[in-house]
Nanobody
Framework: VQLQASGGGLVQAGGSLRLSCAASGGTFGTYAAGWFRQPPGKEREVVSTINRNGNSASYADSVKGRFTISRDNAKNTLYLQMNSLKPEDTALYYC??????????????????WGQGTLVTVSS
């Protein structure tokens, strides 16, 4: 499975961005998915996860109420809508896929498939 993330950029605090992650080479709808981010000089951390059919999601406390994860299995695409962005949201954002029931979904080790990352920079 290959993943291509896009949609990052430079935005002012309070602004919005929508990240996309296009999947190819596999049956997208059979995988659970997640978004992770890696701030400068820090470790990669989970942002949000979603199940195979998109009816169950989880969020890191730091983004609850501001970010929304979604997926369109017909388009083989994962999304992350980010609103009310803060400077501390600045990071390289990664999408990832995993087999259902393979771990909690909150750790990088749970995911065998990764996109290349898209940079989000939020200015104050």
């Amino acid at each position: 499975v290959q993943l291509q993330a896009s949609g990052g950029g430079l935005v002012q605090a309070g602004g919005s961005l929508r990240l996309s992650c296009a999947a190819s080479g596999g049956t997208f709808g059979t995988y659970a998915a997640g978004w992770f981010r890696q701030p400068p000089g820090k470790e990669r951390e989970v942002v949000s996860t979603i199940n195979r059919n998109g009816n169950s999601a989880s969020y890191a406390d730091s983004v609850k109420g501001r970010f929304t994860i979604s997926r369109d299995n017909a388009k083989n695409t994962l999304y992350l809508q980010m609103n009310s962005l803060k400077p501390e949201d600045t990071a390289l954002y990664y999408c990832a896929l995993r087999m259902p029931y393979s771990g909690s979904g909150y750790y990088t080790a749970d995911y065998p498939y990764w996109g290349q990352g898209t940079l989000v920079t939020v200015s104050s």
